[in-house]
């Protein structure tokens, strides 16, 4: 009964707040704004030695792939969607396709970076776990790559090649096709708790965990010194984390009200504008890395600054300068 009506409520669009002609702009610029953000940040971290090859940025440059991935992809068919409605007659082999780039790229971002959350931890009070090549791959490279993997092959065998009968039917809140295998009962739970409920705890908690761990490193041991070298990952990963919070949670806390059988219109209504908040992770992760890694900070702030200066045009008094003979006659 719970997982019908679930399937039921997806042909409503009564349950939508915002308009759809509002959805296309704010899409619509946010993602232009997004994409330019992203190549910014991207560009510099990965042309800058020393924020290449430093640890805390490794996850943000493979995260930054995702984000330019579902922004360059699936953001534009949804834009399309909203422009076309439910007019647009797409195949099965598109539909599979377009569902696999979006569940995918979201999924990699989300719990990517819940792993992020836990790994600051490591790099900040443990990080001679990390000091040799081994250590490195073992605790650094190895769980962001197997957790890629997961997803890719989840996503691959679930989407591409499901097992229930295909039915297409476009999400009302941004068009990009459900897949069947999400109307059974397990898959819906295990996604749900898996890849989205579960990430976003896990967020939380570690960054309340970061949180109290300095205070408390800092008022026992009084390292004000040596803090002000790992000020800026923590700056960051907290900046990141209150980004996934604030626009997770409405969709979480909806999300597991749906599994606990609360499927009243009010929850339906914030499970589906949660989901289009949720997007905005997306769009503001670029910008949020941009302010808060402080190399890529000071080359904006250089850009404005030369902006400013070449906007400054002063123009000098005009005086008529004579010969020093001359001004001696006169």
């Known amino acids: 009964m719970l997982f019908s009506t679930i399937k039921d409520t997806y042909a409503e669009s009564d349950l939508l707040v915002i ?14 704004l997004s994409v330019l953000c992203s190549l910014f940040v991207q560009y510099h971290l990965l042309t800058d030695r020393i924020l290449r090859q430093a640890l805390n940025n490794h996850a943000i440059i493979v995260l930054l792939c995702f984000v330019l991935t579902y922004e360059l992809t699936t953001v534009p068919l949804m834009l399309y969607y909203y422009h076309v409605g439910d007019e647009w007659i797409i195949s099965a082999g598109f539909s599979h396709f377009w569902t696999f780039i979006d569940y995918l790229s979201f999924t990699v971002q989300l719990t990517g970076f819940a792993w992020t959350s836990i790994e600051r931890h490591i790099l900040i009070f443990h990080n001679q776990w990390v000091h040799t090549k081994i250590k490195r791959f073992l605790i650094h490279y190895l769980p962001l790559l197997a957790l ?5 092959v989840y996503h691959f065998a679930f989407i591409l090649f499901p097992s229930c009968e295909t039915s297409i039917i476009m999400s009302p809140f941004n068009g990009v096709p459900i897949p069947c295998i999400l109307f059974e009962p397990f898959f819906i739970k295990y996604d749900a708790i898996l890849h989205q409920i579960i990430p976003t705890f896990v967020i939380g908690i570690s960054t309340v965990a970061l949180f109290l761990r300095v205070h408390h490193q800092k008022a026992r041991f009084n390292r004000s010194i040596q803090w002000r070298k790992e000020r800026k990952i923590i700056i960051q990963s907290l900046s990141i984390s209150l980004l996934y919070l604030s626009f997770m949670s409405p969709r979480m806390a909806s999300q597991c009200c ?20 949720a997007i ?34 002063i123009v000098p008094a005009l005086s008529i300068q004579f010969p020093k003979k001359q001004r001696n006659k006169l």
């Open 280 to 313: 905005y992770t997306v769009f503001l992760f670029p910008f949020v890395c941009c302010v808060w890694i402080p190399e890529i900070g000071k080359k904006m702030n250089g850009l404005f600054l030369c902006e400013r200066k070449r906007r400054r045009v």
């Open 258 to 277: 749906v599994l606990l059988g609360f499927t009243t219109k009010g929850v339906m209504t914030l499970y589906f504008n949660g989901a289009f908040l």
């Open 19 to 32: 308009p759809v002609n509002i959805r296309f702009g704010f899409f619509l610029s946010s993602d232009i």
């Open 148 to 152: 890629i993997i997961y997803c890719f």
